[in-house]
């Protein structure tokens, strides 16, 4: 049986290159998903499923990260002079969501090496792992269900979901035995392996929990794929030393970073809110009948 997972890390040092230009200036987790950057949605998710100490490893040209999670007094004096009092406790909110703390990667060498930067804050307790660039809508559960069974089995968990073949070569790939309805063993991981050499099509999803061993095999693990320290390859020799499990799931990520998936999520994510929601809907239907979007 596992202990309670309450930390979790933000890896958020990536360049952002697949949104240029509008990552030149400002980090693609600070990107705007309605009225609020992607990553907000990532460190709410982490608080809705009970964890309360966050670290989010940042790099360069990162600093509005900060900025965002922490009391701005000015701004907080002006709404409250002017009497927006649902501004104001909106965004002093943001401060309290949880222990927030930040360390800086210093070199782009990989979502392995982000991770393993996160050693000594996280200590010898399991951890989440949530890439700042996914988003998980909250009505898809899929952190507490991988918490759950980290919890039953004392194991890392690790979200996957099937992907068109053609597509796998853009993810980590896991080849895994059924156990339960959204649980399978993982026998085989790669990182973004040729379709004709892929052990299956479920894919490597953004969120992982991991029992702190995973710290001891990243110290072995070698440049990979792009010339970078891969979590998968980490994973891989973690299948070595102790079972890993894949928690599958089906619909409700978006990759932020992917301007489709941009777009659909700011779509399906306004569509959610009572306050826009129904006169974008009528807008959106008014736009498929002008366009001649409707099906046959």
């Known amino acids: 049986m596992g202990e309670e997972v309450r930390k979790a890390v933000?890896?958020?040092?990536g360049l952002g290159t697949?949104?240029?230009?509008?990552?030149?200036?400002?980090?693609?987790?600070?990107?705007?998903?309605?009225?609020?950057?992607?990553?907000?949605?990532?460190?709410?998710?982490?608080v809705r499923a009970g964890i309360d100490d966050i670290l989010i490893i940042t790099g360069r040209s990162k600093r509005s990260l900060e900025?965002?999670?922490?009391?701005?007094?000015?701004?907080?004096?002006?709404?409250?002079?002017?009497?927006?009092?649902?501004?104001?406790?909106?965004?002093?909110?943001?401060?309290?969501?949880?222990?927030?703390?930040?360390?800086?990667?210093?070199?782009?060498?990989?979502?392995?090496?982000?991770?393993?930067?996160?050693?000594?804050?996280?200590?010898?307790?399991?951890?989440?792992?949530m890439l700042g660039d996914d988003i998980m809508d909250h009505r898809s559960e899929v952190l507490e269900g991988m918490i759950g069974a980290y919890k039953h089995y004392g194991r890392s968990v690790v979200a996957l979901k099937q992907v068109p073949v053609e597509e796998i070569s853009s993810y980590g790939c896991a080849g895994a035995?059924?156990?339960?309805?959204?649980?399978?063993?993982i026998v085989d991981i790669v990182e973004k392996p040729a379709?004709?050499?892929?052990?299956?099509?479920?894919?490597?999803?953004g969120r992982y929990i991991f029992t702190p061993q995973l710290f001891e095999v990243l110290e072995q693990v070698k440049p990979g794929v792009g010339g970078e320290v891969q979590l998968t390859d980490a994973i891989a020799l973690l299948l070595k030393e102790q079972t890993v499990y894949g928690y599958t799931f089906t619909v409700g990520r978006f990759d932020i970073g992917n301007k489709l998936d941009y777009l659909r999520a700011t779509v399906e994510l306004a569509l959610e809110r009572e306050d826009v929601g129904p006169d974008f809907g009528r807008f959106l239907a008014e736009v498929v009948e002008r366009r001649g979007l409707a099906p046959d």
Not at 10 to 13: E, H, L, R, T
Not at 177 to 185: D, H, I, P, S, T
């Open 67 to 129: 900025d965002h999670f922490d009391r701005n007094f000015e701004l907080e004096y002006q709404l409250e002079h002017k009497g927006k009092h649902d501004d104001l406790e909106e965004v002093t909110a943001l401060a309290d969501l949880a222990d927030i703390h930040y360390v800086r990667q210093g070199e782009p060498l990989g979502l392995g090496h982000a991770v393993s930067v996160a050693r000594k804050h996280v200590g010898d307790n399991a951890f989440a792992v």
């Open 177 to 185: 035995e059924q156990v339960g309805n959204n649980l399978v063993r």
């Open 18 to 46: 697949r949104f240029l230009p509008a990552t030149k200036a400002q980090p693609k987790e600070m990107l705007p998903v309605v009225d609020r950057p992607a990553i907000q949605y990532v460190v709410e998710e982490a």
């Open 195 to 205: 379709p004709a050499e892929a052990p299956s099509n479920l894919a490597v999803m």
């Open 10 to 13: 933000i890896p958020a040092a």
